[in-house]
Nanobody
Framework: HVQLVESGGGSVKAGGSLRLSCAAS????????MGWFRQAPGKQREGIAT???????VVSDPVKGRFTISQDNAKKTVYLRMNNLKPEDTATYYCVADMDYCSLTFAGFLKFWGQGTQVTVS
């Protein structure tokens, strides 16, 4: 039973930092791709960052320079370090994983999704 469990969300003031974690379980091997999407109320889901098993990372323009994605393949865990948070970063953040595909654009092709963790910046 594949499961993605996010942690690390919370409420911070603008300029603050958070680190999200996502632990994958039930996979026989490390996923090819893990990453983060977010969705704010009334807005479309937005790709934030992905990391491939080999280490290639892609970060979306709105968060580039502020957010960093990293992974621990042995632990099947992906992290999202978020610095200099802004009120517009407020959203539910979802961890994603896939064994074959990686994209910030075509979210529908990514097979596994976590339940989400709330990030609120005031």
């Amino acid at each position: 039973h594949v499961q993605l469990v996010e942690s690390g969300g919370g409420s911070v003031k603008a300029g603050g930092s958070l680190r999200l974690s996502c632990a994958a379980s039930g996979f026989m091997h490390s996923p090819f791709c893990m990453g983060w999407f977010r969705q704010a109320p009334g807005k479309q889901r937005e790709g934030i960052a992905t990391v491939e098993r080999g280490g290639k990372t892609v970060v979306s323009d709105p968060v580039k320079g502020r957010f960093t994605i990293s992974q621990d393949n042995a632990k099947k865990t992906v992290y999202l370090r978020m610095n200099n948070l802004k009120p517009e970063d407020t959203a539910t953040y979802y961890c994603v994983a896939d064994m074959d595909y990686c994209s910030l654009t075509f979210a529908g092709f990514l097979k596994f999704w976590g339940q989400g963790t709330q990030v609120t910046v005031s």
